[in-house]
């Protein structure tokens, strides 16, 4: 199910073409989080301030993992990251998995001014997205026991994906 209007119930996407609206749906699933938050994202989580807060008081468990430094928030987060030099020019990310139930992912150029997001109910495209965001975390846990080596080249299998 595609489109920017839609009635959910159950399983589905639905594509998101406006920055208000995507943001507003990311406030809006943190919100109603009951249980954990994951969160892969170099976007700027003070945004999310106030409804990460509200989920943390409701004793929601919050997972982020970032290629960059996080900037700071007031909120107690779970945090894993690689510590990479933030790159504001261009490219900006967020995947958010609410409760195994729900996710959103939201792409944002800003050379292009173009936003792109997805609001996710489908059972096994919300599974697909948190095994995303659990595997980067469990990469980058394997590269702190292993003493910082550079396991990415090691496990590198040479796909044209791995080009971009």
């Keep these: 199910m595609f489109g920017k209007k839609s009635n959910l119930e159950g399983s589905g996407v639905v594509s998101i073409i406006d920055k208000k609206d995507a943001l507003r749906k990311a406030s809006e699933i943190i919100l109603s989080a009951q249980k954990e938050i994951f969160i892969n994202s170099n976007y700027y989580l003070k945004i999310f301030e106030k409804e990460l807060i509200f989920a943390k008081s409701k004793g929601v468990r919050i997972v982020m993992f970032t290629f960059n430094t996080p900037e700071e928030c007031d909120v107690e987060i779970e945090i894993y990251k690689r510590g990479l030099s933030r790159e504001d020019d261009y490219d900006r990310h967020l995947c958010l998995v609410i409760d195994h139930d729900s996710a959103l992912i939201y792409d944002e ?56």
């Design 109 to 164: 150029n800003t050379l292009q001014k173009s936003v792109k997001a997805l609001y996710v109910v489908e059972p096994m495209l919300v599974r697909l997205i948190g095994e995303h965001i659990h595997h980067d975390i469990y990469f980058q846990k394997i590269k702190y026991l292993i003493g910082g080596m550079d396991i990415i080249s090691k496990v590198n299998i040479h796909s044209t994906y791995e080009l971009f």
